[in-house]
């Protein structure tokens, strides 16, 4: 069973940066992607980054939503388990729960052509929070 624990929320100030950690465990698929979502109070779940890689590959097709492109990063540590996500230039719009969840990157999980559809994604963590306030 793939089990994913989120860390690295917090408070932060408009422009400052935050980086978050997502512990990635059983999986067995050598061929995986892993997605970060985020989700507002009132508002829909919105696809934020994703990677689909190798097992042994710290690298692969990266995507990211609209809203966040050129300020975060995402990238991947084999060694470590983990993959992370880097924002940078944070706005107020980021404030939101932060989930990172595990896909079949074989079904579209993760393409790099735009769109993160949150459907594909089987396994999912608890989130963390992220609130950039002044």
């Known amino acids: 069973q793939v089990q994913l624990v989120e860390s690295g929320g917090g408070l932060v100030q408009p422009g400052t940066s935050l980086r978050l950690s997502c512990v990635v465990s059983?999986?067995?698929?050598?061929?995986?992607?892993i997605g970060w979502f985020r989700q507002a109070p009132g508002k829909e779940r919105e696809g934020v980054s994703c990677?689909?890689?190798?097992?042994?590959?710290?690298?692969?097709?990266?995507d990211y939503g609209d809203s966040v492109k050129g300020r975060f990063t995402i990238s991947k540590d084999n060694a470590r388990n983990t993959v992370y996500l880097q924002m940078d230039s944070l706005k107020l719009e980021d404030t939101a729960v932060y989930y990172c969840?595990?896909?079949?990157?074989?079904?579209?999980?993760?393409?790099?052509?735009?769109?993160?559809?949150?459907?594909?994604?089987?396994?999912w963590g608890q989130g963390t929070q992220v609130t950039v306030s002044s």
């Open positions: 969840a595990y896909g079949p990157a074989l079904k579209g999980a993760c393409l790099g052509m735009g769109g993160i559809p949150a459907a594909v994604y089987n396994y």
């Open positions: 059983g999986v067995a698929a050598n061929y995986y992607s």
């Open positions: 990677i689909s890689s190798t097992m042994s590959s710290n690298d692969g097709t990266t």
